[in-house]
C-alpha cells in the first residue's frame, strides 16, 4: 500500500470506530448508465408486463440480484444487461457460467427468506441496448435456465 492508501484506511477505521458512516463511493459513469438501464427496464416491466417490481439490487454475499419482481404468481428474478449498440456480445450471452451459478446462489438465499415459499419461481433476462450512453431498445428473455430441476427454497 502506498502512503495516501494506508492514510486513507487509517482514516476509514477511525470513523468507524466513532460511529460515523462510511461516505459511499461517487459512481463511475458506467455505474450510472447501469443504473439507468435498471430503472428504464424496471419502469418497461411495470408498465408493459405490468410486473410488481418487490425488490432492487438485492444483495447477499458477494451477488446480486439486479430486479425481483410479481409476474402473477410467479416471482421473477431479473439480471439486466446493458449493451452497447454493434456489441460483440448480446447481453444474454455475457451472463457467463460463473455468473448464473452467483445468481442462482443469490436466488436461492432469497427463496429461503420467504414465507410462504412462492410456488413457482424463474430467471429472466433484459438486455438494454445502449445508443452512444443513451437508452435504446430493450429485449426481454423469459425462462432463462439458470435453475436445476431439483432447486426447491428449503427452510430451516
Partial sequence: MTGKNVRNWFHSIAAKL??????????TAQQKVGN?????????????????ILDRNWRHGYGELDLIARDGKNLVFIEVRARQRGALVSGYHS??????NTLRTCAMAYLRRCRP???HFR?????????????????????????RKYDRPNHS
Fill in 18 to 27: 466513532r460511529g460515523e458512516k462510511a461516505k459511499p463511493a461517487p459512481l
Fill in 36 to 52: 439507468a438501464a435498471e430503472a428504464h427496464a424496471a419502469e418497461w416491466l411495470r408498465t408493459h408486463k405490468k410486473f410488481r
Fill in 95 to 100: 451472463v457467463t457460467k460463473k455468473k448464473r
Fill in 117 to 119: 415459499p412462492p410456488l
Fill in 123 to 147: 430467471f429472466d433476462i433484459i438486455e438494454v441496448e445502449l445508443n452512444n450512453q443513451t437508452i435504446g431498445d430493450l429485449r426481454h428473455y423469459e425462462h432463462v435456465p439458470i435453475f
